[in-house]
């Protein structure tokens, strides 16, 4: 948009855009004035929105606000609203994983441990990709035994289809053993929420811990209740 | 084996024997000579995240050989879990994906280790709940038939490592 509000700018200044435009009468120069002070003030705007200094992959614009409505592993139903005022980790995965999304989470426990009283403003979203194992119960012993910030989500294979969509997280199921086990891939990246549910960051797997820690110091600190 | 290789008649039965006793004597210091894979092999860090109920467990290790040939895992089992398998996780593009690997090879002179987002064992179904702090035994199997006990340490879920470093 502010980028947009600057070409706009520019093209006004063109030769183009001056000859095509009429003898210029009093009113008509008043305007232009008024234009340019709206567009000074557009800009003086984009200023005031200047972009935190953060360190992981930007998705600000390229994702959408968080929205889904699923059960969380106390059996209720929650909402993206829900966690609106909190800076929110999105984190896709399945409890019978039992390398990287236990590995995953215990990086963010550390992280979450790192932020001291400050990690009570941050929730870690751990929504299953596999809901015929993930039961509710199931995930509430999986997400407690990894930190208290952590909340497991699950949903109709439809809702949640639709939220891996969403992220273009991608997921996918392969039969693999004789006993009807079968392994997921999945996308291995967390996705990090402003306070108002606006997508930032992505922190890839290989992501370090001090990374995530910077921006999320920095997001919490953006809109602080002071 | 080598008995089986031709070699000149000998004439009489006993010259025969005599035969048979030396090639004997001449393997026997040669088989006493040869160690196992397991015997090359030192396990160091072993441990195990404990995930709760029933779910599938990750077991991890640092695996020396002090041999001048390299040793290949092939996988593991144990009393306490009714399946174990070697596997590896990987991740490309942004995707994590699991799978089951065949064998891990461990350099000559060198090592392997299985940490968490790389190669790893996977326990399923323990035999009873075990609980962080326990010593469970695991028994590597190595590509010559030869096998090592190791007793891994239960960690907490959220642990990061063995807690030795």
């Known amino acids: 948009m502010c980028a947009g509000d600057w070409r706009m700018l520019e093209a006004m200044k063109s030769p183009e855009f001056r000859k095509s435009a009429l003898p210029r009468p009093a009113w008509s120069r008043l305007l232009s004035a008024c234009v340019l002070l709206f ?29 889904f409505s699923l059960t969380d592993d106390h059996d209720h139903t929650v909402t993206a609203g829900d966690y609106l005022g909190k800076i929110v980790l999105l984190y896709f995965g399945y409890t019978h994983c039992p390398d990287v999304c236990p590995l995953t989470l215990a990086h963010l426990h550390v992280v979450m441990q790192r932020l001291g009283p400050l990690a009570d403003d941050a929730r870690i979203l751990f929504v299953s ?13 999986y997400v407690t035994a990894f930190d208290p910030r952590v909340v497991g989500l699950t949903g109709s294979p439809r809702a949640l289809e639709r939220l891996t969509k969403d992220y273009r997280a991608a997921f996918s199921r392969e039969p693999s ?28 797997p290989a992501a370090s811990q001090d990374d995530i820690v910077h921006d999320l110091h920095l997001l919490i600190s953006q809109g602080a209740t002071p | 084996m080598n008995a089986r ?8 039965g006993r010259a025969r024997a005599f035969t048979v006793s030396l090639l004997l004597a001449g393997l026997l210091p040669g088989a006493a000579a040869y160690a196992s894979a397991a015997q090359h092999v030192q396990a160091s860090h072993a441990w195990i995240r404990v995930l709760p109920g029933d779910l599938p467990a990750g077991a991890y290790v640092t695996l020396r050989n002090d041999d001048s040939h390299a040793i290949e895992l092939t996988g593991a089992s ?11 996780s990987t991740t490309s593009g942004g995707m994590s994906h699991m799978a089951a690997v065949h064998a891990l090879t461990i350099p000559a002179h060198g090592q392997a280790t299985l940490a968490p987002g790389g ?31 190791v007793d891994f340490l239960a960690r907490p879920a959220n642990a990061e490592g063995d807690g030795t470093h």
Do not use: W
């Open chain 1, 39 to 67: 567009a000074v003030l557009a800009l003086g705007g984009c200023e005031r929105s200047a972009p935190l200094p953060l360190r992981l992959t930007s998705i600000a614009g390229h994702m959408p606000d968080l929205s």
């Open chain 1, 129 to 141: 990709v596999d809901p015929a194992r993930d039961t509710p119960a199931v995930l509430h012993s």
């Open chain 1, 177 to 204: 053993q004789a006993n009807g086990d079968y392994e997921v891939t999945h996308s291995g990246g967390v996705y990090i929420f402003d306070r108002q549910g606006k997508a930032r960051v992505l922190a890839s």
């Open chain 2, 5 to 12: 290789a031709p070699s000149p008649r000998p004439k009489h």
């Open chain 2, 78 to 88: 144990s009393k306490s879990y009714a399946q174990v398998m070697l596997h590896q």
């Open chain 2, 119 to 149: 190669y790893h064992l996977m326990l399923m179904h323990a035999a009873a709940p075990i609980l962080p702090g326990a010593s469970v035994r695991l028994t590597l199997e190595f590509s010559d038939g030869s096998s090592l006990p």
